[in-house]
């Protein structure tokens, strides 16, 4: 059996590859990682260039299983979760099961606002940036508001620690949402503060955040509020 390969951007900055990552490494899933790091997302790129060899469509992140090559973020982990069964990526029962697909589901498709104005950006301190597009952007509270009642709902219903019990693929798609909250200073109530600060221990999203501190790069075309680090 090959070695899975993950094909991931900068860990600073690149919210979608974090998730296959921390939900790899969290389950004991072994797998080697090749960056490519961003220099743009323009057509005449190196990312594009190198990308492109393994994703027409250019995006990061892709799984490449021996001959197999599996793009975007949610058809990796449905593919990770038939292929390692025994680590039971989703929870076990049918109904959890439904419903933290319809929260992945919702976090991949949704939560524009949210993912246009709050860019993940690990290194950095933006929390007075947060204040102010908090008060500006009423669409983003209530985005905000819908994540937070999203994971009160399943914590309070289904018992924790993490959302659906157990660690599971759900989890790791909310991890990058932890991650901009944290940056910006999005302040939550009791319930959802807690997970926040559990994923945040995790020892995958440390690693992850280890490595993403230790990347020298900044990247303009990522970066709306700051001129340098
Ligand atoms: N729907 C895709 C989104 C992937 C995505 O947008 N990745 C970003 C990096 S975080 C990217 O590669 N962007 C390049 C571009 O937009 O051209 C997924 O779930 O994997």
Redesign the pocket.
Known sequence: MSTLQLII?NKN?????M?PWVLMTQKGIPFDEQMIR?DG?GAGSQ??QA?GVFNP?????VLVDGDLVV??????AEYLAERFPEHELWPRDAKLRAWARSACAHM?SGFGVLRQLLP?NIEADLREVGARLLREHPELQSEIAQVESLWTMALNQHGGPMLFGEYSIVDAFFTPVVMRFKTYGVALGSVATAYMDRIAELPSTQAWCHAALREQDFLAFEEPYRDAR
């Open positions: 951007g900055y690149s919210s979608w590859s998730r961003f997302f990312f594009k990308i469509v250019g995006k990061v992140p793009t975007d973020t949610l058809a990796i991949h993940m």
